[in-house]
């Protein structure tokens, strides 16, 4: 599902680089303090909180007795036919936008709606690239420049590698000029629960209010004959017993996908061998003018840092240790300092900022690739068909991607079978 970009627009969005010849660099959003903080003054933990979205749908669970048979506001270019989504992470959100633009009638089933709203934790910004945000653009020039006014830039300042301990830089590399010299947006760090909320309320702008359902756990799916018509369809199947019927259904539930365990029935995902603990601050580096996004590596740990804007920093603390790890109530940082208490004191300050309660950790967990991605009417795209290790920055770039390209087949599709609804029997 890799998305060919010669077939995305290039340099519409407001600020971008139009010319390869002369390069303007953007102004980055983030906030300059007037006072930098070093390694010698003392570092006190702030709370931060992160940015709300309204986004009224995504407040409420599914009513019970809802209407299951799906009954979209969408003017409709595919007559008939309908996409049920499973999962409202940025896979299913991302596609449910995109086939929404293309007046594909869709519905998205989602088992937790904190997921998307984030609250009660810190899910911390992600890098959304030139690809993503191109595929973006194409989607949608609209969100995808909201999403991009809500994001920072860091390919403006230096990026690189560099020793743990002494910080000395081993390579530096270059996220914004390759992008601008292909026409392609500069990749922004932006929070994750922004960046949901903000696709959401365009899902849920285009399609309605019940466009995104919460409190949809899909376990299983069944591909059935249509009596009355005599099409074939696909039910999504939910834990509570309740059905959704649509002409095709996509698998966005991400790494522990239900939907392809049953198409796939493949082997539990593998660990990386590394836990992650992240954690969001406010907090300004002294060098925040100069590095915006830089990796300290060590023996068996490594230390990511990003400025993602308005005085704040994102961190992810790497550790190669067994899966299933557990620390004690209030113990994190202590032990990340044990880690990491003689990195370099990038690393240490940034750590002390950072107040307990915002530091998370979670296990890293990949698939080995597959090459079979549907079956009969269903799909997998996002997590859910190729997770990957998060130290490229690019598995929900790659779901932007797929959502992209999907819908593109499917609006393809729909039209090939004449523009007469549902696809054939
Ligand atoms: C530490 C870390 C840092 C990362 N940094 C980046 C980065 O900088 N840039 C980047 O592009 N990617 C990054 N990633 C990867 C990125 O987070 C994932 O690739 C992306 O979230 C995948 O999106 P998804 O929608 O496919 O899956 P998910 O985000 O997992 O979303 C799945 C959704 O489906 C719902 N769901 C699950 N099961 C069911 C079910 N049975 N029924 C109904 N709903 C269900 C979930 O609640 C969730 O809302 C990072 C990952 C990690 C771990």
Redesign the pocket.
Same mark, same amino acid.
């Given at each position: 599902m890799l998305l060919h970009t010669s077939s995305l627009p290039r340099c519409q969005a407001a600020g971008h680089v139009k010319s390869t010849v002369s390069i303007h660099v953007p102004a980055s959003p983030r906030l300059v303090p007037s006072c930098h903080h070093g390694s010698a003054a003392p570092v006190s933990p702030r709370r931060w909180t992160p940015p709300s979205v309204s986004c009224p749908a995504v407040l409420e669970a599914a009513r019970p007795g809802q209407q299951e048979r799906l009954e979209g506001a969408v003017p409709e270019l595919c007559p008939g036919l309908t996409v049920v989504i499973? *999962?409202?992470?940025? +896979?299913?959100?991302?596609l449910a936008l995109s086939l929404l633009k293309k007046g594909v009638k869709c519905q998205v089933?989602?088992?937790?709606l904190t997921?998307?709203r984030g609250e009660g934790k810190i899910r911390?910004?992600?890098?959304?690239?030139s690809n993503?945000l191109a595929a973006l653009e194409a989607i949608d020039p609209v969100v995808a420049d909201d999403i991009m006014a809500h994001g920072c830039i860091t390919g403006d300042r230096i990026n690189g590698l560099c020793d743990g301990v002494s910080g000395d830089w081993y390579v530096k590399f270059d996220t914004f000029h390759p992008a601008v010299e292909r026409g392609l947006p500069v990749t922004r760090?932006i929070n994750?629960v922004t960046l949901?909320q903000l696709l959401a309320e365009a899902v849920i702008r285009l399609g309605g209010e019940d466009m995104i359902l919460g409190g949809?756990?899909?376990?299983a799916y069944e591909e059935f004959v249509d009596r009355a018509s005599g099409k074939k369809q696909v039910a999504?199947i939910?834990?509570d017993g309740r059905r959704f019927e649509g002409d095709l259904l996509v698998g966005?539930?991400?790494?522990? +996908?239900?939907?392809r365990q049953q198409m796939i029935g493949d082997a539990p995902a593998h660990y990386s061998e590394y836990t992650?603990y992240?954690g969001i601050s406010e907090y300004v580096p002294a060098d925040i003018d100069v590095v915006g996004y830089r990796v300290f590596l060590g023996n068996r740990q490594y230390f990511v840092s990003s400025d993602v804007g308005e005085g704040r920093m994102q961190w992810?603390a790497f550790h190669q240790e067994p899966a299933g790890g557990q620390d004690s109530l209030g113990q994190r940082k202590a032990r990340l300092l044990q880690l990491f208490g003689h990195w370099n004191y990038n690393v240490v300050d940034l750590i002390k900022a950072t107040p307990e309660e915002d530091v998370l950790r979670?296990d890293?967990y990949d698939r080995a690739p597959i090459f079979k991605w549907a079956q009969g009417r269903v799909a997998l %795209?996002?997590? +859910?068909?190729h997770? %990957?290790?998060?130290n490229?920055?690019? *598995? *929900?770039? %790659?779901? %932007?991607e797929?959502a992209f390209q999907l819908a593109n087949d499917i609006a393809a599709m729909a039209e090939k079978a004449g523009q007469q609804g549902a696809l054939g029997p």
């Open positions: 499973a *999962g409202a992470g940025i +896979s299913g959100l991302t089933l989602e088992r937790d997921a998307i911390g910004p992600i890098q959304v690239q993503a760090v994750r949901q949809c756990h899909v376990t999504a939910l834990e966005t539930d991400g790494i522990w +996908s239900k939907i992650c992240t992810y979670r890293i %795209m996002g997590d +859910s068909a997770a %990957m290790q998060p490229l920055g690019q *598995g *929900g770039c %790659m779901a %932007m797929d």
